[in-house]
């Protein structure tokens, strides 16, 4: 067994399974796994590869999943009962900020002048004019990955920029994160919001380009959480408290040297993680231009309820129903997170 605070219980099981999507923001997960930080904690941890988000969902809200890489708006839809039978969830880290990119196809680009500005509407703009002067024999067509993702939201608030609305000016379409670039390069989208290293790889492969980033509309959002049921996380309050270490210890080591982050990146690389849709990075990109993803410093695994409001009122909205800030606090309570670290 590992290190365990005496303030805190020991875990009461050692094999845990987490489930991930193969995104760049899965890395804190990776990390503690091959560096040995849930090792360090008593734990065993197998992670488990799901290319959809729907699947995620629902395994984690049957049981087999102990815990998840989910979209921060996930576990208030799965609480809620949106999109399946309501599933009560708690989010008690954040695992990143931003690292969404807006990307249009080449072919796109070129007909309509949308490219990356400082001005994220710019982009817009340019679109919704080509759109009102070009006669077309189909409605573009873009994908987000989940009706409850900041990557739909993102999408949305983007179009709006330029006075686009989805429902009268073109289609919205769900897809996993791994099939956006494919489905693109095929013409079976125009276009996609999603996380790294998708949007990247797209540029890099010729097929799309980034026109806008989701650090450009939502400054500093919480991007992807630590999900788990509230019924595991009271049955296992030690073996939460031990992920959690985990995991800042990850996040820790991550921010020490530019070394670390280089052999981050390659323990994404293998097989069973992001294999080679990383193989177009030469490191672990943080908090750069465009995209400025953050996956350390601060408190950054601290559930921010304060920045997680917008994302509330945003899956409110997508719902049609109202949302008061108890259920908020409940699903993105800090207190798990506080209690473990001790902060």
């Not at 969404?100 to 500005?117: H, I, K, M, P, Q």
């Not at 259920?327 to 209690?339: D, F, N």
């Amino acid at each position: 067994m590992g290190t365990n605070d005496a303030a805190t219980p020991p875990p009461e099981r050692e094999r845990v399974t987490l489930g991930f999507i193969p995104l760049l923001d899965a890395v804190l997960l990776v990390v503690a796994r091959e560096k040995g930080l849930f090792a360090d904690q008593g734990l065993d941890v197998n992670l488990s590869r799901e290319n959809a988000w729907s699947t995620l969902r629902d395994k984690l809200a049957a049981g087999l999943l102990d815990g998840a890489h989910l979209l921060a708006p996930l576990p208030l839809a799965m609480s809620l009962g949106l999109g399946r039978a309501p599933c009560d969830t708690l989010a008690p880290a954040t695992l990143s900020r931003n690292g969404n990119a807006l990307v249009l196809s080449t072919a796109l680009c070129e007909r309509s002048g949308a490219a990356f500005d400082d001005d994220p509407a710019a982009s817009a703009r340019a679109l919704a004019a080509w759109l009102a002067a070009s006669p077309r024999q189909r409605r573009p067509r873009l994908a987000m990955v989940y009706p409850y993702s900041c990557q739909h939201f993102l999408l949305r608030d983007w179009l709006a920029c330029g006075g686009l609305a989805p429902e009268r000016d073109l289609d919205l379409v769900a897809l996993p994160p791994p099939r956006m670039v494919a489905a693109l390069r095929e013409g079976q989208i125009d276009g996609f919001c999603v996380g790294e290293p998708w949007g990247s790889l797209a540029q890099h492969d010729g097929v799309g380009r980034i026109v806008a980033s989701g650090a450009q509309l939502w400054p500093e959002h919480p991007e992807k959480v630590l999900g788990v049921t509230r019924p595991w996380a009271h049955r296992y309050p030690g073996t939460l408290a031990a992920l959690l270490r985990a995991l800042q210890a990850a996040s820790d080591w991550l921010a020490e040297s530019p070394a670390h982050r280089r052999q981050a990146r390659d323990w994404l690389a293998l097989p069973p993680y992001l294999d080679r849709s990383v193989s177009h990075l030469e490191t672990l990109p943080l908090a750069e231009a465009p995209i400025h993803q953050r996956l350390f410093g601060g408190d950054l695994l601290c559930p921010d309820l304060a920045a997680l409001g917008r994302i509330a009122d945003a899956v409110a909205s997508q719902a049609g129903q109202p949302l008061n800030r108890k259920t908020l606090e409940a699903c993105y309570t800090p207190v798990h997170y506080q209690a473990a670290l001790h902060r």
